[in-house]
């Protein structure tokens, strides 16, 4: 009697557990089909943004390079006994404080060999823009490895008064005389 009861509660136990297991088979099973529907269901979205996001970056760094070259004080734009601001330095200076947006309102100084002579020039430049910083943010100001493409505004000068020394006078052409009879129509 004893093998008999003992038999069947682990019948029971057995049984019991069977249901519990196709249970959570099945709720599995519907969990996976769901999952696999919500997926392709929303298919391309998962994947869009990401790309969409490499797409925009090379802009956003196109973007701040070329402000960073905008904003660049080259050697042309210094004293080159001082090492202080001269007029053309000055005035790149005061534009980009007055009249570049706020968020780009940063100046960069192009690295010269001797690092004194480089941190010269960034004090130099700091010092003046906060002179003419209309919005009385300090200004930001630091150094650059790109080579300013510019040239002393005296070279451009010359250039074009050069330019236009050589320059023929406008005249007209001569009268032809015209062929003809001699008779006017």
Known sequence: MRRTIFAAAAAVVVITSTRQVSAV???DGAAYVKQGYHANAMWPWPYVCPDRIAVRDPFCIMVNNGW?????LGSHHFNPETNQLNAAGQLRVQWTMTQAPPDRRSIFVERSLDQNVTNQRMAAVQEYATQVAIDGRPP?????YLVSEGR???VVDFTNTKYQQSM???VLPA???TGGSGSAQ
Request: contains cysteine; aromatic residues 0%.
């Open 68 to 72: 960073r070259r905008q904003n660049m």
């Open 25 to 27: 088979c099945c709720d």
């Open 152 to 154: 002393p505004a005296t």
């Open 168 to 170: 023929p006078l406008p």
């Open 175 to 177: 009268a032809q005389p």
């Open 140 to 144: 930001q100001v630091s150094q650059t």
